[in-house]
């Protein structure tokens, strides 16, 4: 009872306070206890006390052995099963290793946490069927070998797939190093392996789950998100940054479980510290309920002796690191250091054995623990649950590497650690095939098989599954989106305004209007959203339960329990994840929702690509909109926030459509196509599209754009000009589309110049398309070459094309090899600046002079004009030859 008090502190006075404490406990309970406990506190505080800090408890088990259920399953076997799994699974990194060195793979991490993934393989996560939801589990990434393992003997995966592990390109297949959606279809749901991503999905999609609910999209369950994570992964800043945010919504329906095998990669994660205090300390403090998994069974008998609580004092004070260095220790060397401290110590384990001393297992490695801790969280209520499991990194490798820092490395096995491997796991593979690391699988009619498979049928199927059953959406009709076809007529819109009223539209329709999502992180004023707050309300789970204080005006500040605006506040990487949650529940949760996440261009791409490559991965759908987005487009907010490389970073994530249109129309086609390729045609893309504040008229659509428009790029305005001595194209892209239309009338003005305007909407679409189709071409050597579609636009257009947006010059140059003649890229590289747009402009060199200039200089090298005319032509226009170069700063 009296489980961690030093012992030096129990004089009479501590003795009777705690008996006393003690017979409430027994007579009265638990509740009762706590009361006290706090009138005790809040006495002391009148008092003048100063209460001690104290945001951990003793480094014990938070469930004392006398209050752990009995254990429902045949340990027995369960053992058995895990120490299959466990050869396997070692086995597959060993042989993918030895076939060709330097593949990768890990031992370690899974050969720790097999209790943790068995305990809950056979009893606690339930598979999606349709009389069930079914949990929703993110597996830790690098313990994916320990996933194949177990579905190898569920008869899921083949012993071929097995042996290509990690060897995916093997023309008959292989497995992916690590959990990805894309890569294994039917297989795995999320992808975990960057550290951090997982645990921040988890609390978002736990609060997403809780919203479908509030929101009548789903009917409410006692579906779970566990998380299976790294004690080092812990320090990533994702995996605790959003951890109040579970609290505040009582996500009872979230479990983590941090395997604490105290190290990382490289060494310990708090060699001089308490990893589990200080994320006890942490999690408790934020609102979670802590259990901690310290000590398997076998020192229960120790503690029942250690009346004083000298033992759990002493497990407090050493540090991680000798922890680790006990885990690779003898006997004897425990019992001198650990125990030798305290003659008293030494006396509570005077009749183990070194063995026994060595052998003490530590909780997570100990299933009846284990067991009692995921109860427990399963059936906790009111706030999320971490688990803090401690455990051996590297268990069962013995000399191969438990306990010790190479051990996150380790991928090969000598014959003798092999042998060792074997014996301690007692699998049948003889001496002689041993050293052939061969995968084991019994037969079906055995004890164990049947067992994992009946288990498994009891918990619904198998997990990890992704499967889809959501039915495709109709698309909306184009009449939904005509006003925007139409243009805006004499007033000015930007672009912003334009997205923002169709999202308002989009939510208004009868048929999809309940599943469009908005999400945004404290900017909707910014891009004046804020009718949607009365619109459609501000999701939160509480309802509203102050008076707002703009309660009088139209658009006030608007919360409600089915809300639709997933408002995040000040955080990206949780809006991201919101995204992703809304983004794949046709897939959780076989509905269609269609998240909008409107952010700040500069904080999107720039700020959180991982998970916006984890989107892809993960095969979210939706639209990310970048907002106030062109670096000289947005005046007046400077290096940090102007955004002029978002739409290069877009390029790289392969099934992302990025678009930087100009006009309404354009924005209304791109959305309507999105809507149609990703639910109802269901194809695993997701959109990024940039919007912009500055204001213009909104031309109506010409005739026969639709297809140009979606496909990249689209001749907006031919040249006017009859006869001309020269010709050039100018491409623009978002805002910059009206510079160039503005240079093309000085041009033809002032310059003879005939110039034709293309707006190009994507030059990621016609990069793609281009290098798709010279792909082809090589490889069909005998056929009629593809013209790409670039090309095909620009066909018997040579000479001097000009291309300006407000993005890096990078982007133009990337379909530069396909554009007839001489391309002239002008764009935003550098920093940005605070001042105007017209200065910005002139900074940047992207205005409708410097288009002029660039394609007068252009026809200059091409002899088509003479040099006077730029010179003269550099004067008229104000441009200073001597301006700095924004490279330069
Ligand atoms: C963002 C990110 N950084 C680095 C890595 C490389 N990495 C993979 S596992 C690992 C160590 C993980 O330690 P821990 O979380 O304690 O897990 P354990 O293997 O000990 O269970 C590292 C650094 C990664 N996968 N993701
Ligand atoms: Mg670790």
Partial sequence: MSRGHAVETLDVQDREWLESLESVFERQGRQRVADILLRLRARAKELGVQEPLCRTTPYVNTIPADRQPPYPGSMKIERRIKSIIRWNAMAMVVRANRDESGIGGHISSYASQATLFEVGFNHFFRARNDQQEGDIIYFQGHAAPGVYARAFLEGRLSGFDLENFRRELKPEGGLPSYPHPRLMAGFWEFPTV???????????????????????????????????????????????????????????????????????????????????QELEGIFGGAGWNVIKVLWGSSYDPLFAADRDGLLAQRMEEVPDGQFQKYAVSSGDYIREDFFGTDPRLLELVKNYSDEQLQDLRRGGHDPVKVYAAFKAAVEHEGSPTVILAQTIKGYGLGEAGEGRNITHQQKKLNEQELLAFRTRFGIPISDGEVQEAPFYKPFEETEEMQYLHERRRQLGGHVPHRHVQARPLQTPPDALFEEFYQGSGDRAEATTMVFVRLVAKLLRDREIGKLIIPVVPDEARTFGMEALFRQVGIYSSLGQRYEPVDKASLLYYKEQKDGAILEEGITEAGSMSSFIAAGT????????????????????????????????????????????????????????????????????????????????????????????????????????????????????????????????????????????????????????????????????????????VWSVTSYKELYRDAIETERWNRLHPGQEPKRPYVQECLRGRDGVSVAASDYLKALPCMVGKWVPGRLIPLGTDGFGRSDTRAALRNYFEVDWRFITLAALSGLAEEGKVKRDKVRKAIKEMGIKTDKISPLDV
């Fill in 194 to 276: 960057s550290m951090g991503l997982s645990p921040i999905m988890a609390i978002y999609q736990a609060r997403f789950n809780r919203y479908l609910e509030n929101r009548g999209l789903k009917q409410p369950s006692d579906q779970k998100v566990w998380a299976l994570l790294g004690d080092g992964e812990m320090d990533e800043p994702e995996s605790l940054g959003a951890i109040t945010l579970a609290a505040r919504e009582h996500l009872d329906n979230l479990i983590f479980v941090v395997n604490c095998n105290l190290q990382r990669l490289d060494g310990p994660v708090r060699g001089n510290g308490k990893i589990i």
């Fill in 585 to 756: 529940a046709y897939a959780t949760h076989s509905i269609n929702t269609i998240p909008f996440y409107f952010f700040y261009s500069i904080f999107g791409m720039h700020r959180m690509f991982d998970l916006i490559w984890a989107a892809g991965d993960i095969k979210a759908r939706g639209f990310l909109v970048g907002g106030i987005a062109g670096r000289t487009t947005l005046a007046g907010e400077g290096l940090q926030h102007t955004d002029g490389h978002s739409h290069l970073f877009a390029c790289a994530v392969p099934n992302l459509k990025a678009y930087d249109p100009a006009f309404g129309y354009e924005l209304a086609v791109i959305v309507r196509d999105g809507l149609r390729r990703m639910y109802e045609k269901q194809e695993d893309i997701f959109y990024y599209i940039t919007m912009m504040n500055e204001f213009y008229q909104m031309p109506p659509m010409p005739e026969g754009v639709r297809e140009g428009i979606l496909r990249g790029m689209y001749r907006y305005r031919a040249s006017a000009a009859k006869k001309s001595e020269a010709k050039v194209n100018l491409l623009g892209s978002g805002t910059i589309l009206n510079e160039a239309i503005k240079a093309q009338e000085i041009l033809e003005s002032k310059y003879g110049v005939a110039a034709d």
